[in-house]
């Protein structure tokens, strides 16, 4: 198991963060002390890492502060890099300015829509660049691009109004998985959430959204029924399939570029299938080939209610070179069910296998380590996700692949707690979806692979991200084989590298109708810090 400590840290930032925004000082002006740095260099060579550190390359009014105040309502928040809580703000997951991390000159922290509308409003009439922000675990390279401008940090938008059929809830754009899941379960209801509690609800869904749920009831992006957006120019309005159904359309796979999403219609289910039970079945890397056609064929009748995880990570005690292979079956029923689908991995003769465990579907989190205190969850000095979508695992590429993994760690062993996470969800309700209905355009793709190359020393952080670079594009482009000849990545697993056709998808008339939206909603691109559509 990979090491949880400082897995405390974070949540007591949030905690703290919390306490904050509820405090006395959000009511009044507070007293300003932005420092203008016009000359600071733009070359991100030259952008300091510590991003509590960095002066603003936006040139703010010297009077922002009071500015959005007075505009605001009394609950809002407006920080400056000098109020005492800044930086409990600025913390995301991958924490590198250099690669795709943004700084901020100042932090909104709008308690409305009204509030969201506003700021965006004063942003554009002052020139300031601007980025919705709520679970921080974007890790899109353009991200970076933002220095010194404005986070709108959504998360005080919390709304949780459930209808009365019990068929959807009302939920605010600032939820994330951690405050979903529990809340619906303690209801008897379930939707499709990110399988990681500490990712918003939006930041996946407004991409195509996958959890463990999704055989069942789709992708996240399917559970919106309608959206409150506020657009680039900062009007406020409502999307769904008989309202601006255009943007409707684009807000689910490409949602990102179109505005920020303040609350959604999502809907809900009876949990009626409250179990769930899994098993573990760690091999050793002389074995991948037969691991990985055991996934082929299991995959081909997949059940929706079974999920196929596989990974690998080094773990000294067991292997110091070598990276050892976990392949985890989820499945979502009793133990008496559960059986048929581990046998075909226990018949591998596996270097190791748990006991078959049991959980409900809050406790899929803990089982799979995917808590906000676990690791998976924690902040990183630096960390990009080399993502891809594929039909099935090419044995051979995959074989390259993990040769290339366990040669980084060799060559750079501060890269040694890095991963790769395979992951077989299943599809059924994900392909009952209309292909043309949303810009999601991946819904035949079986495997979602996110490669995470990561490290923890920041002393060393340019050099590492160039290593890491090249050996996460090395094992990605080994993984697709030989035979693919359309690559597609999953838009929130790209990292900037990929072309727009492989995040949303290769037919003329969905880039067309995206680029059409684009000039529509957002001619001026304010949106345009994470997987940018190009008008
Ligand atoms: C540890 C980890 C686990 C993950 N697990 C999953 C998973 O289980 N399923 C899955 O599908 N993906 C998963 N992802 C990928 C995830 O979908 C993306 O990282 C996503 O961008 C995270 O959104 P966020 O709000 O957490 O991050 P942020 O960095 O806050 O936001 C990412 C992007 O979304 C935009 N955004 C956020 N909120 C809004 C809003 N309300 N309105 C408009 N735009 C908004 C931001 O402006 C930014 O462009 C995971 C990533 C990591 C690092």
Redesign the pocket.
């Known amino acids: 198991m990979l090491s949880c400590t400082g897995s405390l840290i974070w949540g007591g930032l949030l905690a703290l963060a919390g306490l904050t925004a509820a405090s006395p000082v959000a009511t009044g002006p507070l007293p300003i002390a932005i420092r203008h740095t016009p000359s600071f260099p733009s070359s991100l060579e030259h952008r300091d890492y510590n991003t509590s550190s960095l002066s603003p390359v936006v040139p703010l009014p010297q009077t922002i502060q009071q500015d959005l105040a007075t505009l605001l309502s009394p609950s809002a928040l407006v920080l400056l890099p000098s109020s005492p809580s800044f930086t409990q703000y600025t913390h995301?997951?991958?924490l590198n300015t250099h690669t795709n991390s943004p700084s901020y000159g100042v932090i909104v922290i709008p308690a409305s829509e009204r509030d969201v509308s506003l700021t965006i409003q004063y942003a554009n009439a002052h020139s300031i660049p601007f980025?919705?922000?709520?679970?921080?675990?974007?890790?899109?390279q353009g991200?970076s691009q933002l220095q010194g401008g404005m986070a709108i940090w959504?998360r005080n938008?919390t709304k949780m109004e459930f209808a009365a059929d019990g068929h959807s809830a009302t939920l605010g754009?600032?939820l994330?998985?951690n405050d979903v899941i529990p809340a619906l379960w303690a209801r008897g209801k379930q939707t499709t959430?990110?399988?990681?509690r500490?990712?918003?609800l939006?930041?996946?869904?407004?991409?195509?959204?996958?959890?463990w749920l999704q055989g069942q009831y789709g992708l996240?992006a399917d559970q919106i029924l309608s959206a409150r957006?506020v657009l680039a120019n900062g009007t406020a309005v409502k999307t769904s399939n008989t309202e601006n159904s255009d943007l409707f359309w684009a807000l689910r796979g490409a949602?990102?570029n179109f505005?920020?999403?303040?609350e959604v219609e999502y809907k809900l289910y009876d949990a009626v299938r409250p179990e769930w039970t899994y098993q573990s079945f760690t091999f050793t890397q002389d074995r991948l080939e037969e691991v990985y056609r055991v996934h082929n064929t299991v995959m081909r009748n997949q059940s929706p209610y079974v999920v196929y995880w596989s990974l690998w990570r080094l773990v000294p005690e067991v292997d110091p070179v070598n990276p050892i292979l976990v392949s985890t079956v989820y499945y979502n029923g009793p133990v008496s069910e559960a059986a048929a689908y581990f046998a075909p991995f226990a018949a591998l003769s596996p270097l190791q296998t748990t006991p078959v465990q049991t959980t409900d579907y809050p406790g899929l989190a803990a089982a799979a380590q995917?808590r906000v205190t676990d690791w998976?969850?924690q902040p990183k000095a630096g960390?990009t996700?080399y993502g891809m979508d594929v039909d099935s695992y090419d044995v051979k590429g995959l074989r390259k692949s993990y040769n290339a993994f366990r040669d980084m760690m060799r060559a750079e062993p501060a890269l040694s707690l890095s991963m790769a996470y395979l992951e077989g969800y299943s599809l059924q309700a994900v392909q009952a979806v209309p292909y043309e209905s949303t810009a999601f355009a991946l819904r035949d793709r079986k495997l979602l692979y996110?490669f995470?190359v990561t490290y923890e020393e920041t002393e060393r952080n340019k050099t590492l991200d160039a290593q890491a670079q090249k050996w996460g594009e090395k094992i990605r482009d080994a993984a697709y084989g030989d035979k693919v000849k359309q690559k597609s990545v999953?838009v929130?697993?790209a990292k900037g590298s990929e072309s727009l056709q492989a995040m949303y998808g290769y037919e003329g008339w969905r880039q067309e109708r995206l680029k059409m939206l684009k000039r529509k909603y957002d001619p001026k691109g304010k949106?345009s810090?994470?997987?940018p559509i190009k008008a």
Not at 131 to 138: E, I, N, P, Q, R
Not at 193 to 196: I, P, R
């Open positions: 995301r997951w991958s980025l919705a922000t709520t679970g921080t675990h974007g890790t899109w991200l959504t938008l754009g600032g994330r998985g959430t990110g399988s990681c500490c990712v918003s939006l930041g996946p869904a407004l991409g195509g959204g996958h959890g996240g957006v949602g990102h505005g920020v999403v303040t995917f998976a969850c960390a996700v996110g995470l999953y929130n697993y949106f810090f994470y997987a």
